[in-house]
């Protein structure tokens, strides 16, 4: 008998508990932010396969955009940025021969595990088409106290029409993770180092920046990466 009960109690946490991905609406573009991170002596050949996903990844159905990252002062973290037109778009790229493929021959190389984190567009807005040579990517992890989440979310997109008038600003998007709803990332192209310098100065940033410490539930995470 307690093994049956075991048995119904375990399937019926599978039948509540979906993945990240299928929490997703159903409609409208979907986002996935995944970082990642190998031995530092992998890094050349992690570069080599995140190209070739990237390459694959962009061709297929769907996909709106798929940037490929390298953390500038620490070479071996990159993070991947997609955007698909739906979620069964995504749900199809989750489930493709080319990333299974990536995944397995990335398996043996990774320092940490694959921290891959579906997500809906929060304030999200038209992008160049490619962004400026030499361009300065900032990705950003905010996570605040559950109680706080629709404070921030007002926050950000205040701060996200207030960045879009900066000069030298080529994109600045927030989403919103999926399986939780006080988690976001915001992502941001800047022309140059200098451009994002600027930003972190202006009189918004400082604002949002000084408002979200108290409802922060960790250390507000920037992280500045280049193109591959």
Known sequence: MRVFCGTLIAAAAMAVAP?????????????????IEVVPSAEREATGLLKQVATASRKEPGNQRYDVLERIDRKNQFVI????????AAEAHAGGSALKEFKDKLKPLQASFYDERPSNGLAVAPAPASASRGAIYAVTHVDVIPPSKDDCIVMLKKLADDTRKEANAERFEAWQQNNRANHFTVTEIWKNRAAHDAHVATASTREFREKLGPMSGALYDERLYKSL
């Open 81 to 88: 940025l997609e955007a698909w037109a739906d979620l069964k």
């Open 19 to 35: 993945a990240a991905m299928a929490q997703a609406p159903a409609g409208g573009t979907a986002y996935v932010v995944t970082y």
